[in-house]
């Protein structure tokens, strides 16, 4: 019937309907229009740390008694701006036998992929931190509605432990803090490709309210992921992605909003 009446116009209807539709379609897991935060699209750079041991390639340093290594500092185009730093360190270097972390930053050497790579051993194993932005940065990271940040695994081996332990920090513009500690949201093993959602409402949020959020999202200087947080042993992961997700009915909204428009376009050329 509504096609009857608007005549030639229905073309441009079912354009925009369509328009509509896709992005509501774009609100299932997986698909939503999330904003990347990284995909490790870098040159690669290969890391290796062991009690009383060298640590490179590409470094020429030795480490000695030293609990972590010299940051490894990328030139990055992110939201945060464009620093990535890489942060490495294990818990005792001077254990016998030796303890030992290893893993990759970007292309990987053999197999061509876009990933951060870690693996730990021996038994006081470490830890890796990610840290994006600059003293300068000032980023909503709840604009276009995004309520979380979603991490693309390729695999997950929680090695000695029940999950991966993992810690997000986030840091406002006035230095303010608040720490997201996944001991109570487990990132568990898997063998596949696999997505784990930092909800910015999440109780894991050290001191937020119930249900609720912090201003430092929307004025944030840094974000900084700490990864096998607690040092488990045997825990190896490759991680392809962080992006900022928006909430589903966000895009949805947008849906609507889309095919109201194309209706409105319609009627008007309908009314001349």
């Given amino acids: 019937m509504l096609v009857a009446k608007l005549g030639r116009a229905p073309a ?87 303890t030992g972390m290893s893993g990759v930053i970007g292309v990987e050497p053999g197999t061509g992929l876009s ?12 830890h890796a931190a990610i840290l994006y932005g600059t003293s300068t940065t000032d980023v909503d990271l709840t604009a276009q509605g995004n309520n979380r940040l979603r991490l693309r695994f390729l695999n997950v081996d929680t090695g000695d432990g029940a999950s991966l332990p993992l810690k997000v920090v986030v ?17 568990t093993e898997q063998s596949g490709v696999s997505y784990y959602d930092v909800f910015f409402n999440s109780t894991a949020w050290s001191g937020l309210p119930s249900g609720g959020t912090f201003a430092t999202l929307t004025k944030a200087k840094s974000v900084e992921f700490i990864f096998n947080a607690t040092s488990v042993r045997n825990v190896d992961f490759a991680l392809d992605s962080i992006q900022l997700v928006p909430e589903p009915s966000a895009v949805v909204l947008l849906g609507a909003l889309a095919a109201c428009a194309g209706l409105a376009v319609v009627w008007r050329r309908r009314r001349k």
């Avoid at 870690?118 to 194993?125: F, V």
Wanted: aromatic share 8%; with cysteine.
């Fill in 12 to 98: 441009a209807l079912c354009l925009f309907l369509s328009l509509g539709i896709l992005c509501a379609l774009t609100s299932a897991p997986g698909l939503a229009s999330t904003i990347p935060l990284d995909e490790f699209t870098t040159a690669g750079y290969s890391y290796y740390l062991a009690g009383q041991a060298d640590w490179g390639p590409g470094n020429g340093t030795t480490w000695n008694a030293g609990k972590t290594i010299p940051p490894r500092i990328d030139d990055v185009t992110t939201l945060l701006g464009t620093k990535r730093t890489l942060t490495v360190s294990i818990e005792d270097p001077d254990t016998a036998p030796p």
């Fill in 115 to 126: 990933v951060f790579r870690m693996s730990t051993a021996g038994p006081n194993p470490g």
């Fill in 171 to 187: 840091t406002g513009t006035d230095n303010t803090q608040y720490t997201y500690d996944n001991s109570t949201v487990p990132l």
